[in-house]
Each structure stands twice: as structure tokens, then as C-alpha cells.
């Protein structure tokens, strides 16, 4: 069973701080991984992609993937309260010609003004 | 607009009985998938389908049918086997089947017992 970690929160910072959200998968061969937002009732939606190994920046947020250590981190500059939610680590797997996602439980982000 | 419509928002199943969960997409997306979500927890897959007429089980399979007779649709049956229906079921899809591609979500359905 492939398996995607992530700590559950909540993970308190102030309003500017930077949040740094981590994310550990178990499928070596795994090539693509997605960031999710999830504000409470709703349904995730799309941050962040990343398929190489190294940073990726896209406004305030910056993924970052290293791939020998199974790791990858989402970080948000200058976080400001809307940006408390749910946030999911997905890792996509390739079986037998078929492509899905493998989701971790995510990590609660509190941002306090 | 395209997107990914699921209906109805709120759904109430009593004992013994079959509900269906709607999913539409214009986006000519060819991969579908429908994953459930119980309170503090990640989402777990349910069937996925990546062309008309093919569909394959996911992780928690059991008690829940589906079908795949159009590009646009992918309705979700949760069965009266389906014993802990209660839970907040996503559709999700996906341009195409390659690894690059993001999923994009519709606004769910919450599934209730009376």
C-alpha cells in the first residue's frame, strides 16, 4: 500500500510568518506531486505542482521536492489568516498503465492575526 | 464555465436503499475519479475511469458502483452494502491519464443516514 504522511496540526503561526508544511511519500518511483488547499466543507482545490527535484516558487508559495529523501514541502511566505485550511500532500502513482493520486490525511494550518 | 458539477450537495439514504451521486464535467477531461472522505481524514479512492465503458476499483470499492457510458459523466451508487455510507464523496478529473496532470474537484456531495 503506498503511503503519503503527512503531521496532522495544527500548525499555529502568526499572520507574515512563513508556514512550512512537509509531506513524506513511500513509492520511490513516484514522479508527480500536487498541493491541495481544503478550507473546511469545501472541496480542495489546486496550489501547487512539482515533478522535479529542487523549488518551485509561484507567488507566495514554494514547493519544494526532493526525491533520494521521498520528501516534499510546501512553504507559504507572509501567510496571512485566509490562508487557514486543510492543506493535502497528493502523490501520483502509475500501475499497470492506470494513473492515480494517493492523498495524505493533511496538515491544519492556523494563521492568527 | 467549465468545470465539474455534482449533485445534489445534500443527500439523505435510508436503510436498505441505493442513492446516486451525480458528476458532470465539461471540461474534456478523459479521467474521472470519485474518493470519499470521512471527518479528519485524507481522501480515499473509490472506482476511478480514464475512457467511456472502463472503470476500475479503487481502494475502498466495496459497496459502491458506478458507470461510465459517457466522457462527461461518472454517477457514483453507494448500495445499501455500502454499511458506513456516511461521508463527504468528491468527483474528480483529469485532462488526461498522464502523470502530470493535476485533478480538479467538483464541490462534493454530503451523504447522510436516516
Known amino acids: 500500500q503506498k503511503e503519503v504522511e503527512q503531521n496532522s496540526g495544527p500548525l499555529s503561526v502568526p499572520e507574515g510568518a512563513i508556514a512550512s508544511l512537509n509531506c513524506t511519500y513511500s513509492?520511490?518511483?513516484?514522479?508527480?506531486f500536487f498541493w491541495y488547499r481544503q478550507y473546511s466543507g469545501k472541496s480542495p482545490e489546486l496550489i501547487m505542482s512539482?515533478?522535479?527535484?529542487g523549488d518551485k516558487e509561484d507567488g507566495r508559495f514554494t514547493a519544494q521536492l526532493n526525491k533520494a529523501s521521498q520528501y516534499v514541502s510546501l512553504l507559504i511566505r507572509d501567510s496571512q489568516p485566509s490562508d487557514s485550511a486543510t492543506y493535502l500532500c497528493?502523490?501520483?502513482?502509475?500501475?499497470?498503465?492506470?494513473?492515480?493520486?494517493?492523498f495524505g490525511k493533511g496538515t491544519m494550518l492556523l494563521v492568527s492575526p | 464555465d467549465g468545470g465539474i458539477t455534482q449533485s445534489p450537495k445534500y443527500l439523505f439514504r435510508k436503510e436498505g436503499q441505493n442513492v446516486t451521486l451525480s458528476c458532470e464535467q465539461n471540461?474534456?477531461?478523459?479521467?474521472m475519479y470519485w474518493y470519499r472522505q470521512d471527518p479528519g481524514q485524507g481522501l480515499r479512492l473509490i472506482y476511478y475511469?480514464?475512457?467511456?465503458?472502463?472503470?476500475q476499483k479503487g481502494d475502498i470499492a466495496e459497496g459502491y458502483s458506478v458507470s461510465r457510458e459517457k466522457k462527461e459523466s461518472f454517477p457514483l451508487t453507494v448500495t445499501s452494502a455500502q454499511k458506513n455510507p456516511t461521508a463527504f464523496y468528491l468527483c474528480?478529473?483529469?485532462?488526461?491519464?498522464?502523470?502530470?496532470?493535476?485533478?480538479?474537484f467538483g464541490d462534493g456531495t454530503r451523504l447522510s443516514i436516516l
Open positions: 471540461l474534456n477531461h478523459d479521467a
Open positions: 474528480a478529473s483529469r485532462k488526461h491519464q498522464g502523470g502530470h496532470q493535476p485533478q480538479h
Open positions: 475511469s480514464q475512457i467511456v465503458n472502463d472503470f
Open positions: 512539482i515533478y522535479s527535484n
Open positions: 497528493a502523490v501520483n502513482n502509475d500501475v499497470a498503465g492506470y494513473s492515480t493520486l494517493t
Open positions: 513509492d520511490r518511483v513516484s514522479q508527480s
